[in-house]
């Protein structure tokens, strides 16, 4: 993929793909759900990741699990709120992960710098105008419907060129309603509304994403079509959500390479060695365009004679 500018404005630029830690602050999120519902724990949870090597902490008080029914605005305010004030407080770059225009002021004005809505301002009329006002960068992710019905809506006749278009017409809307292009990243939202064919073919293809001429955020976390590939070949069944990590890393370090602008996690430490490991090979021997970020060796660290050795170690 051609690579947009990593720099957003308003955020730090990166030299290499960026890893984006997620704190759900849910009791039924498919994965984690129960483990951060309470405030403290989850400010220590995303502390952690931060150490781990996340760049951003994705902050969702809300589970959009395939089946998943909706929460209150009151209960994913009392949720998320306080954990992003803290994690803010503490200079945490925090994205708020919700479908709510409300939620997403409040958060803002709490300190949060990204909005990350899985339904690309499609699910709340007044979201693209709210995160227009505030001026935040805006995740905008390829949504079909909400995670009650979605698996019925995986129906592609060309799955990548369909979500392509489809994210280029929620970008032209949240662009009518204020929101500065500049500010926009997409993402193909594997696991909404997709059949596990449909999140591979996906995956496999981020080079068409440059067509958008917009940074690429990827989430493949412990999705389910890992742990369908990752199945007990006795049983059949799929390896279990928590188990899926080293094929997430796996996914995040394709995903960099075929130049995502950052991969969502919920396991932070061997994803962000992961994409440190692309970044050098693909800077190897060249200069970097900008300030080394840290754990990138610098321009030129990395010579032929290095890789050598290192590959003889
Ligand atoms: N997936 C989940 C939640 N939020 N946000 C973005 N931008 N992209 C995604 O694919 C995405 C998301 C699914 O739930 P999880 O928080 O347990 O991964």
Redesign the pocket.
Known sequence: MKRPSQALPGLPGWDRCAVMG?V?VTPD????GGRWLDPGRAVDRGLLLVDQGADIV?V?GE???PGATRVSEEEELRRVLPVVRALADKGVLVSI?TMRARVADAAVEAGARIV?D?SGGLADPDMARAVAGTGVPF?V?HWRGQSAGMDALADYTDVVAEVIGEVARQMDAVVSAGVDPSQIIV?P????AKSRRDDWALLASLGAWSALGRPV???A???RFLGELLADPDTGEARPARERDAATAAAGVLAAAQGAWAV?V?EVRDTADAVRVEAALRHAGRALPGPTAPGVPPAGALTEDALTAGARA
């Open positions: 997620i759900n999120s498919f994965s984690d994705d969702g589970s959009t699990r992960d990350n899985v995740v992710m993402d939202g594997l696991g909404f955020l990827v989430a976390s412990r999705k969502r919920h």
